[in-house]
């Protein structure tokens, strides 16, 4: 009856069914990593139930294993009911499907929500976890402090993995018009990514998507419309690989052997960008 | 009795330094516009060009805020520590009293605005930033008040109110655990360095510096290990440093023969070269990451302060407490306008509370732009035509 109720509040959330997916550009290889990536969601407006339902269509062809969360999972009010209508409910296909949900924390993201078991924080700021040949690092860039600098650092001294992958809130390359890029950030954090071979890093905080062309050997992407947009706050550079703001998005990514394979979705189902990502050793 | 270095008089740097230095050169170090002009170099060039600005940033932060700033803390506690002893310009508790009830309804307003402003927004990791909202730039505070009344009662008031509202800065530092492993044998430390000092004082030793050398290392060892900010490591010392009590506008000369004076102008010097570096390493934000943070510390520190000292004034006045002399209604709501910038001390417990990231750079963005705060108290001053602008 509760998954019931639940599908049935997903549909009249979102008013309609969206078209599915235009064309999946991924191998789906048998023995690969599926996910799929979302940032900056937690409005509980109808956009966000629409980026869930095409999430959930897009689970039906590519059945991805885990959702990573690029922060303010949570606008506004973050009471328990408040979890229910900008988490549980939009998510409610996948969440009923066993996909387990990790999440970074933003600006707007109460910092007792890594408490919140939904999203797989272990009551941490900053935490590590694996899944096949990829090891996921989430931080938390409100505060970067020294100390969760040096687990970091250890953090990915100790991981053998062929895939390191690093995602948080505020991006430290971005052509979008409202923030820009977090350079101070970045001089804390790029050395340790590149020093340690990360290949990819995710971040949210400007409501647009944008892949920038590889920096010091690290593909940056910024999915941060998953329920918010900005419109129009793209402002392209030479270092803007791809790039759109007209419309919420969600990624769906496969780390197969040495490639990732990565595909952007609109919540209409169109697809704005797609490529492959090849893993970068380091000397 | 002499001057008090916190008025920065003109002759506060008077003697062997005046025959080195220029005009310009004095004029900048009287006012502690070192400070100011490193935040506008950072301002700049981190808008500019700002990888070099933060690797620099980055590499400097540590021996500047962390080290550096110890000499500038100290130096003002020293000038407090002297105003408040018998025969000092700020001594007595019936002077304290009204101040200290006006620096209280100005930091409770101060925090109260800043925090219902960001809980409003819900970014409640803005929140644990309430203590830098509350800050007071006391140099900034004497300074506007000093060229708006120039002499009486404002300037008195207006250091002591700026003072207590920053003892509660200082007291939010020193409690608030840092994120670090703390030693056990910190505290031993501690009393070692403070022993040192007393035994200088004991053997009279006339001058600063041997005591910041023998036990300076020791309380800052103490304080970095026992997780809590080393910049308050000479504090410990300063009560047993040489000293004699301070008038607040008194302009006579200081006595150039005298080594306690030519101490204190060498401590001065190095504390504002410390703070031009400050300012060069903490004044560089990037402009379009204003937010939240920031609008809520210009809302706390531009309307909240001024209105919550006000009202902890009109309530004293209501229970009995007497209002300075010459002190009326106007010239209050002047004062309380003058303790709303925030700049120096703001910036520096930003630094000490707050880690590297985007909650830091709206904080730091609001503590500069509470500069603002000196030239509305001006114009308030104009408006309600007190001090220099009282109708004759």
């Known amino acids: 009856m509760r998954k019931w109720l639940a599908t049935a509040a997903v549909v009249v959330a979102a008013g309609t069914w969206a078209a599915a997916i235009d064309a999946l550009r991924l191998p789906k290889d048998p023995g690969s990593l599926k996910f799929a990536v979302i940032g900056d969601n937690g409005t509980g407006d109808r956009p966000q139930y629409e980026v869930g339902q095409q999430m959930a269509m897009a689970h039906d062809v590519f059945p991805f294993e885990l959702v990573i969360m690029l922060g303010d999972n949570l606008y506004g009010r973050q009471q328990p009911e408040d979890f229910v209508t900008k988490f549980e409910r939009p998510y409610a296909a996948l969440l009923q499907a066993g996909v387990p949900f990790y999440a970074s924390l933003g600006n707007h993201d109460d910092q007792k929500n890594r408490f919140y078991a939904g999203f797989n924080m272990g009551g941490e700021r900053y935490y590590t976890y694996k899944r096949k040949t990829v090891r996921f690092f989430v931080l938390d860039t409100n505060l970067m402090d020294p100390k969760q600098l040096s687990w970091f650092d250890e953090a990915l001294q100790a991981s053998d993995d062929l895939w390191k992958i690093v995602y948080f809130h505020h991006p430290l390359y971005s052509d979008a018009g409202r923030h820009g890029p977090d350079v101070q950030l970045r001089v804390a954090l790029e050395p340790l990514l590149v020093r340690h071979g990360v290949n990819v890093v995710f971040s949210g905080h400007e409501h647009v998507y944008e892949r920038v062309k590889p920096q010091k050997g690290i593909t940056y992407f910024i999915d941060g419309s998953g329920g918010q947009l900005r419109k129009g706050d793209m402002n392209p550079s030479a270092q803007t690989a791809a790039s759109f703001d007209q419309d919420q998005t969600f990624m769906l990514v496969e780390v197969a052997g040495d490639e990732l394979h990565f595909q952007t979705v609109t919540r209409t189902g169109r697809t704005v960008d797609a490529g492959v990502v090849a893993r970068r050793t380091i000397s | ?392």
């Open chain 2, 1 to 392: 009795m002499r001057h008090h270095a916190l008025s920065h008089d003109p002759m506060a740097l008077a003697a062997p330094g005046r025959a080195v230095i220029g005009p310009a050169v004095r004029f900048v170090f009287d006012r502690f516009l070192l400070l100011p002009a490193g935040a506008a170099v950072a301002l700049v060039w981190a808008n500019t060009a700002p990888e070099g600005y933060y690797q620099l940033s980055q590499l400097l932060a540590f021996p500047v805020n962390e080290i550096g700033m110890a000499v500038f803390l100290a130096l003002v506690v020293h000038e407090v520590f002297e105003a408040i002893m018998p025969g000092g310009a700020l001594h007595t508790w019936r002077r304290w009293l009204l101040p200290v009830v006006a620096a209280m309804g100005g930091v409770a307003a101060t925090a109260g605005t800043y925090l219902v402003y960001v809980g409003a927004s819900h970014e409640t990791v803005l929140a644990q930033a309430w203590p830098i909202a509350c800050a007071v730039d006391v140099a900034a505070a004497y300074y506007v008040i000093k060229l708006i009344f120039r002499r009486g009662a404002a300037l008195p008031f207006v250091l002591l109110t700026a003072l207590a509202t920053d003892a509660v800065g200082v007291l939010v530092l020193m409690t608030r655990p840092r994120a670090v492993d703390v030693w056990p044998g910190a505290v031993a430390l501690l009393l070692a360095g403070i022993a040192a000092a007393a035994l200088m004082r004991r053997l009279h030793v006339r001058r600063f510096w041997p005591y910041f050398a023998a036990a300076g290392p020791l309380c800052w060892l103490a304080l970095y290990l026992g997780g809590v900010h080393p910049a308050l490591a000479l504090v410990p010392i300063v009560p047993f440093l040489p000293r004699e009590p301070r008038s607040l506008e008194l302009f006579a000369e200081p006595d150039d023969d005298d080594p306690l004076h030519h101490a204190e102008r060498e401590w001065n010097v190095v504390a504002q070269v410390v703070l031009l570096l400050f300012g060069l390493v903490n004044g560089g934000v990037i402009l379009r990451h204003y937010d939240t943070g920031t609008w809520a510390m210009l809302s706390a520190a531009l309307v909240g302060r001024p209105i919550g000292i006000i009202a902890a004034v009109a309530g004293a006045v209501a229970c009995g407490l007497r209002r300075p002399r010459g002190l009326g209604w106007r010239e209050l709501g002047v004062i309380a306008m003058a303790t709303s910038s925030g700049f120096t001390f703001a910036l520096f417990l930003a630094t000490g509370l707050i880690a590297i990231g985007p909650v830091l750079s709206q904080v730091a963005l609001g503590a500069l732009s509470t500069v603002a705060g000196a030239a509305l108290t001006v114009l308030l001053a104009r408006l309600l035509h007190v001090g220099r602008f009282a109708e004759r």
